[in-house]
Nanobody, 115 residues
Framework: QVHLVESGGGLVQAGGSLRLSCTAS????????MEWYRQAPGKQRELVAG???????NYSDSVKGRFTISRDNAKNTVYLQMNSLKPEDTAVYYC?????????WGQGTQVTVSS
């Protein structure tokens, strides 16, 4: 059975930092591309950052230069380091794993940035 478990969310003041983690089980983690999405109230889920099995990364324009995605295949974990947080970063953050026709989601972790 596949599980993606996010952690690290919380309440932080604007300008602060958080590091999200997503640990996977039940998959061959190294083969999967991993992505972080977020969904704010009343808005569609949007892609924040992704990292391929070969460690290539990409970011949405709204977080480029502030967020860093990384992965540790030995720990089956993907991270999202979030710096210089803004109130508009407030959302539920979801981890996603994709490979071939397989697509798995975590349950999400809340990030709230106060002004």
């Amino acid at each position: 059975q596949v599980h993606l478990v996010e952690s690290g969310g919380g309440l932080v003041q604007a300008g602060g930092s958080l590091r999200l983690s997503c640990t996977a089980s039940g998959i061959s983690f190294g083969f999967f591309g991993m992505e972080w999405y977020r969904q704010a109230p009343g808005k569609q889920r949007e892609l924040v950052a992704g990292i391929s099995s070969g460690d290539s990364s990409n970011y949405s324009d709204s977080v480029k230069g502030r967020f860093t995605i990384s992965r540790d295949n030995a720990k089956n974990t993907v991270y999202l380091q979030m710096n210089s947080l803004k109130p508009e970063d407030t959302a539920v953050y979801y981890c996603n794993a994709k490979w071939n026709n397989k697509n798995y989601w975590g349950q999400g972790t809340q990030v709230t940035v106060s002004s």
